[in-house]
């Protein structure tokens, strides 16, 4: 095959592959046999997709006779896909550490909302900040994400609850999404919370008679691409009424419905999403039976964060229940101004120690199953021929090593690889 390509990834230990027969998502047994190759190689094409993976020789025979842009000699180091991160609020001004210590100090994350801070005092200050700021911002924090190996990253609005706010969020994402090597799923949370002054009801009629309508003529118009539509489903905050209302009004715009339910008051969120048809819920701390087997019904993803219930000290999202009942299991780091984590490394690892997964589980969950959540495991979440060329490489002979090594990513990931191109190169970092 005389051709070039962009990238040949050579000789790796391991390519772990995730799945090779085009799953949407992995259940139950499917996410502790997940497909690994030794001593393998990978292709991806100019266009930026993969275009063969396989055993070392094969490929070498194969290809004997190409050309690359680039090639990597991966002996002794693993490849993975980019993780996907399934959850996000990336884009804010004013950080909160100062609420950080008021919750060591014993504040609940409600107290510190009601109080008037928490989303609030970061709505003040992102309404306030210039978009330039803010998207100059979220750069280094999508840069931080990437460096601990996402390559796919679903980010919210939600900092705004007006309209104008909202909009200039959105518009930094689709800015970030054009021109940083990351790829980005978009989420309006126009109903975050309900802002100051304002009635649930009132926020309820902003959101679905002023908000919705200007984002819906955006859209059609082709200025803004947003992909899901999100809610705080939570007592104090957005009921079960306005939540659905607003859900569908999403809906029938063509929005995936991927929303935060169960997370500090079990109310039947699960239930509700899965009955819409929801793509995904987040959170899920105080999920119900009803809600976990109407969510493996409907094929509805759970997507768990574990670094909300360690920071704020909840209970454990209820994995080990959610995957034997065959829901389909995600992971998100929920950055926010709350839990300040960009790596899904150090998620898996909470993952695995405090909610029980076993590290192909929270691998899964960290790639297919969080594309899926985000209606993209068709080109993300594995390495298999005509997905995007999303990459991680691993200085390490075991692909383990990634989860096992609490915080040890920054040493360990040797390379990062968006549609073949090497976005981050340790070494080269490392040399500056
Ligand atoms: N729970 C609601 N939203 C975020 C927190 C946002 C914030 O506190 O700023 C979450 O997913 O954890
Ligand atoms: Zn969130």
């Given at each position: 095959m005389s051709r070039n390509h962009r990238l040949l990834v050579k000789n790796a230990k391991q390519v772990v592959l995730i799945c090779n027969n085009g799953e949407k998502f992995l259940t139950r047994h499917g996410m502790?046999?997940?497909?690994v190759i030794e001593n393998a190689s990978i292709v991806v094409s100019s266009d930026g997709v993969i275009k063969a993976v396989g055993p070392a020789e094969t490929i070498s025979a194969r290809y004997s006779e190409s050309s690359f842009d680039n090639v990597i000699d991966a002996a002794g180091m693993c490849v993975l896909p980019g993780l996907v991160d399934a959850h996000t609020h990336p884009v804010w001004a004013g950080d909160r550490v100062h609420e950080f210590a008021m919750k060591l100090a014993g504040a609940t994350y409600m107290e510190v909302h009601r109080a008037g801070g928490g989303i609030h005092y970061t709505v003040e200050h992102t309404r306030a900040a210039a978009a330039s700021d803010l998207l100059s911002s979220?750069?280094?924090?999508?840069?931080?994400?990437?460096?601990?190996?996402?390559?796919?990253?679903?980010?919210?609005?939600?900092?705004?609850?007006?309209?104008?706010?909202?909009?200039?969020?959105?518009?930094?994402?689709?800015?970030?999404?054009?021109?940083?090597?990351?790829?980005?799923?978009?989420?309006y949370c126009g109903a975050h919370a309900v802002p100051k002054g304002k009635t649930v009801a009132e926020a309820t009629e902003d959101v679905l008679q002023v908000q919705l309508p200007r984002l819906k003529e955006l859209m059609s118009a082709g200025r803004?691409?947003?992909?899901?539509?999100?809610v705080f489903c939570e007592q104090g905050v957005f009921d079960l009424d306005s939540t659905r209302a607003v859900l569908l009004a999403g809906k029938e715009m063509?929005?995936?419905?991927?929303?935060?339910?169960?997370?500090?008051?079990?109310m039947n969120a699960a239930k509700m999403g899965a009955d819409l048809g929801a793509l995904a819920i987040s959170h899920l701390e105080e999920v119900t039976d009803e809600g976990i087997v109407a969510m493996a019904k409907?094929?509805?993803?759970?997507?768990?964060?574990?670094?909300?219930?360690?920071?704020l000290r909840l209970p454990q999202p209820r994995a080990r229940d959610m995957l034997e009942a065959g829901v389909i299991v995600a992971l998100g780091s929920d950055f926010n101004p709350n839990a300040y984590c960009c790596s899904m490394p150090v998620v898996m690892h909470l993952a695995c120690v405090n909610m029980r997964m076993s590290m192909t589980?929270?691998?899964?969950?960290?790639?297919?199953n969080a594309a899926y959540a985000l209606g993209r495991s068709d080109t993300h979440g594995s390495l298999?021929?005509?997905?995007?060329?999303?990459?991680?490489i691993l200085n390490a002979t075991r692909w383990e090593?990634?989860?096992?090594?609490?915080?040890?990513?920054?040493?360990?990931?040797?390379?990062?690889?968006?549609?073949?191109?090497?976005?981050?190169?340790?070494?080269?970092t490392l040399d500056l």
């Amino acid at each position: 095959m005389s051709r070039n390509h962009r990238l040949l990834v050579k000789n790796a230990k391991q390519v772990v592959l995730i799945c090779n027969n085009g799953e949407k998502f992995l259940t139950r047994h499917g996410m502790n046999n997940l497909s690994v190759i030794e001593n393998a190689s990978i292709v991806v094409s100019s266009d930026g997709v993969i275009k063969a993976v396989g055993p070392a020789e094969t490929i070498s025979a194969r290809y004997s006779e190409s050309s690359f842009d680039n090639v990597i000699d991966a002996a002794g180091m693993c490849v993975l896909p980019g993780l996907v991160d399934a959850h996000t609020h990336p884009v804010w001004a004013g950080d909160r550490v100062h609420e950080f210590a008021m919750k060591l100090a014993g504040a609940t994350y409600m107290e510190v909302h009601r109080a008037g801070g928490g989303i609030h005092y970061t709505v003040e200050h992102t309404r306030a900040a210039a978009a330039s700021d803010l998207l100059s911002s979220l750069g280094s924090r999508l840069q931080r994400m990437q460096r601990a190996g996402t390559t796919l990253v679903e980010c919210k609005s939600g900092y705004g609850l007006e309209l104008q706010t909202e909009l200039k969020m959105l518009e930094v994402i689709e800015e970030a999404s054009r021109s940083l090597p990351i790829s980005i799923s978009s989420t309006y949370c126009g109903a975050h919370a309900v802002p100051k002054g304002k009635t649930v009801a009132e926020a309820t009629e902003d959101v679905l008679q002023v908000q919705l309508p200007r984002l819906k003529e955006l859209m059609s118009a082709g200025r803004l691409k947003v992909q899901n539509i999100d809610v705080f489903c939570e007592q104090g905050v957005f009921d079960l009424d306005s939540t659905r209302a607003v859900l569908l009004a999403g809906k029938e715009m063509g929005l995936n419905i991927n929303f935060h339910g169960d997370e500090l008051h079990p109310m039947n969120a699960a239930k509700m999403g899965a009955d819409l048809g929801a793509l995904a819920i987040s959170h899920l701390e105080e999920v119900t039976d009803e809600g976990i087997v109407a969510m493996a019904k409907s094929k509805t993803a759970a997507v768990l964060l574990p670094t909300t219930a360690y920071i704020l000290r909840l209970p454990q999202p209820r994995a080990r229940d959610m995957l034997e009942a065959g829901v389909i299991v995600a992971l998100g780091s929920d950055f926010n101004p709350n839990a300040y984590c960009c790596s899904m490394p150090v998620v898996m690892h909470l993952a695995c120690v405090n909610m029980r997964m076993s590290m192909t589980e929270a691998l899964a969950a960290a790639t297919i199953n969080a594309a899926y959540a985000l209606g993209r495991s068709d080109t993300h979440g594995s390495l298999e021929v005509n997905k995007h060329g999303d990459l991680l490489i691993l200085n390490a002979t075991r692909w383990e090593h990634l989860i096992y090594q609490l915080g040890g990513h920054q040493e360990l990931i040797r390379y990062v690889v968006v549609r073949g191109n090497i976005v981050y190169d340790n070494d080269k970092t490392l040399d500056l």
